[in-house]
């Protein structure tokens, strides 16, 4: 069950990609909203929303802020989006996925692929990257939640896939039929998580330099700074002497 989180430290940047906390919880709305337009605006009935819901609180977004976006999707206001996935592979070779919610597809292609041209990658098909990568539920506590032997076991009798514990945290990953139940049981045992959500899991890792390193850092900054990005995974590792002189 447990192993070495290998994609942690591009991971672990999420949340500091965005200096303004305007442009995160305009994100975070944007999910809430789309969430609660395509099942029912109760986060207890709608795990879709329940996860954009909790994910919104970790970030330290107003309930105001997340009652309204709520209210917008019951009340059929606001814009429609469009969920797209974009693949392609940055510096380097490695492979990149973007997932999008927009209300204008042209624009988002457009820009996207600008940015994978600029930083000397390239954009490719739906499908050309996906297969190295593990669709997989990913439920986050804090460590003072509870011991690694403690969250193994709960996470083991909640049918959960794999677990991997560090001073960060605990991360329990479970399949896409099995995730909603894991939450739950962990839910009721630990309280709520700090995030749940379903993530592309890289099945493998490879490790860049760091001239490498920079220009993939710099593509993914700018995929998670555009307002219609909501998230970016990819493939590769990097030294911590470049996240720490990148500011990740």
């Excluded at 447990?2 to 994100?27: E, P, T, V, W």
Aim: hydrophobic letters at 40%.
């Amino acid at each position: 069950m447990a192993g070495h989180s290998q994609f942690k430290n591009i991971m672990h940047r999420k949340g500091r990609q965005d200096a303004q906390k305007s442009k995160l919880f305009g994100k975070l709305a944007r999910e809430i909203t789309v969430a609660a337009k395509l099942g029912t605006p109760d986060p207890a009935m709608n795990p879709r929303l329940r996860a954009a819901v909790v994910a919104a609180r970790a970030e330290n977004m107003p309930k105001d802020n997340i009652d309204r976006a709520i209210k917008k999707a019951a009340g059929n206001e606001g814009e429609n989006y469009d969920e797209i996935r974009y693949e392609g592979y940055g510096p380097g070779g490695v492979a990149v996925i973007v997932e999008a919610l927009t209300d204008n597809r042209n624009r988002a292609a457009s820009d996207i692929r600008s940015f994978f041209t600029k930083s000397g990658g390239n954009l490719g098909e739906t499908g050309s990257v996906a297969f190295m990568f593990d669709r997989t539920g990913i439920i986050e506590y804090d460590a003072k939640v509870a011991s690694d032997d403690a969250m193994l076991d709960a996470a083991i009798e909640a049918g959960a896939d794999d677990v991997v514990s560090s001073e960060s945290g605990h991360e329990v990953y479970a399949s896409q039929d099995t995730f909603r139940e894991v939450a739950k049981a962990l839910e009721a045992k630990f309280g709520e998580p700090r995030k749940a959500a379903l993530t592309w899991k890289p099945q493998n890792t490879v490790s860049v330099d760091d001239e490498t390193g920079e220009k993939l850092l710099k593509l993914m900054d700018l995929l998670n700074e555009h307002d219609d990005v909501q998230n970016v995974f990819a493939n590769f590792e990097v030294s911590d002497a470049l996240l720490a002189k990148m500011g990740g």
